[in-house]
Every structure is written in C-alpha cells, then in structure tokens.
C-alpha cells in the first residue's frame, strides 16, 4: 500500500508527465507552422513519450493499491522565438521533471517505501536521457545557426526520430 503522501505524490507527477506531454505537442505545433516538419516529428515521439510515462505512474500507482486522480492542467505556450527557444525551454523543462522525480524519490527512501524507490529509477536514468536529448539538439542549432542548409539538414535529421519499443509498448 501507498502511503496518502507519497499516493499524492505520484499523482502529481503522473499529472505532470501529461502537462509535459501537452508541452512538447504545443511545441510541435509551432514547428508545423515554421514548415519545420522534421523538428515537430522530434517532438511528436516526445509527446510519445511522456504518455508513456504518465501511463507508467497511473499503472504504479494502481499496482499499489493507490488512487489515481487526475487533475486540471495549464494550457502549453503557443510559440517561441525561435526553434532553439523552444528546445531551450524543453531542456528547462527535463531539468524540472528531474528535480520533481529527484523530490519524490527522497521522500519515498525518507520513509522506507522500497517498492517506490526501485520503480523510480527507472524514471532517474530517463531523466538522463531526456536532458541529453534536448542539449544535443540546442547543441545542433548553435552550430547550424544562420545556415538554412544546416537547418534543412537538421529538420531532415530530426524526421528521421521514432518512438522506442518500450514506450510505443513493443510496437
């Protein structure tokens, strides 16, 4: 069993990987709209993505004997200044979602919930791999910066993204 703190605070972040979700479909709308197909595939697998990781906390929290309850969330910004703006805000945004997992992984090991702990660690190594991923396209956008031949090649590279096996649920 959960305890009602740490029920809350899965809850919350289950909420919030949905809010993230929204986030990077908002930024993938705005790429549609600058003809920047590739970079909005990028964003749609992330959008992918963080479904997969709401579904994983709902499914946690059921395993558990807990309460899933889902809340109201804040619209996504609508646009950026620019693609690495964006990106920039993604990578701001990884760095958060990593506090909160940090946060609720204290909390779970403060109180001897072992079963919380292990499930989380999965979601510290993704954090890894989330913050790596969007530095490396704002790295790619600083070296491209002002060449539209780069910038072509790099809205190609990005199209070329896919959801991973586990995430798509072995697809």
């Not at 972040?13 to 929204?22: D, T």
């Not at 004997?65 to 109201?72: E, I, M, N, P, Y």
């Not at 909390?107 to 790596?132: G, I, K, M, N």
Request: net charge negative; glycine share 8%.
């Amino acid at each position: 069993m959960l305890s009602k703190e740490i029920e809350k605070s899965l809850n919350d972040q289950m909420n919030f990987e949905m809010y993230s979700a929204n986030i990077y479909m908002g930024m993938a709308a705005y790429m549609d709209s600058l003809s920047l197909a590739g970079f909005s595939n990028w964003l749609k697998v992330q959008y992918q993505e963080e479904i997969f990781h709401f579904t994983k906390f709902y499914d946690f929290i059921n395993q558990r004997g807990g309460r899933v309850t889902l809340q109201a969330m804040a619209a996504p910004p609508e646009s950026w200044d620019s693609p690495k703006a964006a990106f920039e805000d993604a990578l701001a945004h990884e760095q958060i979602v990593t506090g909160r997992i940090n946060d609720i992984l204290v909390q779970a090991t403060e109180t001897r919930d072992y079963a919380t702990s292990q499930f989380l660690q999965w979601f510290v190594a993704e954090q890894v791999e989330e913050e790596d991923n969007a530095n490396s396209v704002i790295q790619k956008l600083e070296l491209v910066d002002g060449d539209p031949g780069g910038m072509f090649a790099l809205d190609q590279e990005l199209g070329t993204r896919v959801i991973g096996t586990e995430a798509s649920g072995g697809v």
